[in-house]
Structures are given as structure tokens and as C-alpha cells.
């Protein structure tokens, strides 16, 4: 299996800080890789597709690239709203595997 | 807009089997190249894949859990559900049905039902 190595677990920031989240994978996995965001009692929701690929409706804030097999979510100007827990994700591989999840907390 | 929405029994005996029923809406489940998946979450712990399942009826399992799950599809009912055997304690978790989408370059998980606890005890 394709493994995917998220960091940091968890981090503080205020608002209208610059945040970054990681995912490294075990392997090459092209550009499939996928960011959701999820609050408490709520399903996740996609941001981020094909590594740097805004969903429809998410903010601009938001964006995605890749080097290599690392993999950043970035929120630029963080916003209230935006406290929640991130989990990256890939497609590469019929057997689908999550990041660990990062916690951005106040 | 798609909606999907998980049901079935809240608590389940170890040893016994975990059903589960997602019925989508706002579309028909046998049209277009999409796969229907199950994910569930521990309490406070992260998302975990469990299988999924084609337009044509061909599923592939998360290798881990592979002799305990079986994911079906009814299409005359545009619902698909979630047999998982031989439960234990460590099966108890909130369980979500979601739809696997395809959008160059990749596949993504783009609507998912509200979730369904299943609690595992005696």
C-alpha cells in the first residue's frame, strides 16, 4: 500500500496567519493526491484535487502544490472558519489511503 | 445536488455483522464513471477506506480489512450498502458513505452522506 505521511499533527495559529500542511508519500503518485477539510460532527470536505485543483466554492485562500512526492496545502490569511482538521489523501493507488490529519487549532 | 445518506443499526453485538445502506439521491447511481466507497473514523482518530465499489458491480476492499467486507450495489433502489463481519470493539466508529469522483488529474472523494455512528458492545 501507498503510504502517506502527513505533518505537523497539530498546530496553533491566529487569524490571518499564513499556515502549511505536508503530506510526503511512500512512493510516486503523480499528482493524485487529494486535501479535505473536516469539523467536528461533519463530514470531510474537499478543497484541494489533483494535488493543486480548487474545488468549486472553496476559497482562494486555499491552494495546493507538489514536489515530487511532497504535497502542501497553504492557507494564506486564515480565517476563522478555517479552524478544523485537514486530511490529505491519495487516488494513485485502487486501494485509497488518508494522511494522519492535521489539527489547526487557535 | 447529489445527497447521500447512510442508515442501519446504531449498535451491534461482537462476533455479529455490520450493515450498513447508503441511498444517493439527486442522481442515478448506475450512470456516469464513478465508484461508491465506505470510510468510517474512529472517535477522535482519522479516516480509514474500507472499499469501494464500481457502476458495473466491481469492488475492491482496503487489503487490511478485505476477508471481513463486502460493498454491493442496488441500483433499482440507486443504493449500496456495507457488510463487515465478525465485529469487534475496534469497529466501532462513525461510518460514511461517499462518492469517488473522476476529474482530470485524479479521483477525489466529492460528496460524502452525514455519517452513522455504529457502536460495537454487548
Known amino acids: 500500500d501507498i503510504q502517506i505521511t502527513q505533518s505537523p499533527s497539530s498546530l496553533s495559529a491566529s487569524v490571518g496567519d499564513r499556515v502549511t500542511i505536508t503530506c510526503r508519500a511512500s512512493q510516486s503518485i503523480s499528482s493524485f493526491l487529494n486535501w479535505y477539510q473536516q469539523k467536528p460532527g461533519k463530514a470531510p470536505k474537499l478543497l484541494i484535487y489533483g494535488a493543486s485543483s480548487l474545488q468549486s466554492g472553496v476559497p482562494s485562500r486555499f491552494s495546493g502544490s507538489v514536489s515530487g512526492t511532497d504535497f502542501t496545502l497553504t492557507i494564506t490569511s486564515l480565517q476563522p472558519e478555517d479552524f478544523a482538521t485537514y486530511y490529505c489523501q491519495q487516488s494513485y493507488s485502487n486501494t485509497r489511503t488518508f494522511g494522519q490529519g492535521t489539527k489547526v487549532e487557535i | 445536488q447529489v445527497q447521500l445518506q447512510e442508515s442501519g443499526p446504531g449498535l451491534v453485538k461482537p462476533s455479529q455483522t455490520l450493515s450498513l445502506t447508503c441511498v444517493v439521491s439527486?442522481?442515478?447511481?448506475?450512470?456516469?464513471?464513478?465508484?461508491w466507497s465506505w470510510i468510517r473514523q474512529p472517535a477522535g482518530k482519522g479516516l480509514e477506506w474500507l472499499g469501494r465499489?464500481?457502476?458495473?458491480?466491481?469492488?475492491n476492499y482496503n487489503p487490511s480489512l478485505e476477508s471481513r467486507v463486502t460493498i454491493s450495489l442496488d441500483t433499482s433502489k440507486n443504493q449500496f450498502s456495507l457488510k463487515l463481519s465478525s465485529v469487534t470493539a475496534a469497529d466501532t466508529a462513525v461510518y460514511y458513505c461517499?462518492?469517488?469522483?473522476?476529474?482530470?488529474?485524479?479521483?477525489?472523494?466529492?460528496?460524502w452522506g452525514q455519517g452513522t455512528l455504529v457502536t460495537v458492545s454487548s
Open positions: 461517499a462518492r469517488d469522483s473522476s476529474s482530470l488529474p485524479g479521483w477525489y472523494f466529492d460528496y
Open positions: 465499489i464500481y457502476t458495473s458491480g466491481n469492488a
Open positions: 439527486g442522481g442515478s447511481i448506475s450512470s456516469g464513471s464513478y465508484f
